[in-house]
């Protein structure tokens, strides 16, 4: 998916969006398709302030799996993402802290690596099945949410820091 810049009305308060899907089934991040089904999105241009901003409103199924006891997590998603289009009417400085995304030279500005780099970024760092996961026993690999393990030690293979 791709905006066409070429279509951007930029009188202020102007609105361009454009919605589509985005497939990432195919791309493996360790050995998982970290999002198996098609992403919705809704792509939202608009001026403001002499600046144009895209707006992506993501909707996935993000699948994971547990840092402590290495289930898979199917988690559906509502995100929304923001970024500055740099265009010829933007001047660096302007951008302060912004995301600035860069149209390619035919005016096109790609959606697809974008929202991934996105997505990715918007994953917790702590990966959890679920808040008190007890993780799996360091001695005999038994999963403790099912209940005590058979060595009796209950060792966790994964403390928090
Ligand atoms: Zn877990
Ligand atoms: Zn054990």
Redesign the pocket.
Known sequence: MFIDMKQIDRHPGSEFKRSGVCDFSAVLVEEIAPLPRPVKVEATVSGRAGLLYLTLSAEYDLVYLCDRCNAEVVRHEHQVFRHLIQDGYLDSTAAGDEDVVQPNPDGKLPIDDLLWEDIMLAIPTHKLCREDCRGL?F??G?DLNQGD???????QVKMDE
């Not at 393990?149 to 060792?155: A, D, E, P, T, V």
């Open positions: 026993c001695s005999c038994s393990c058979k060595c009796g030690q209950n060792k």
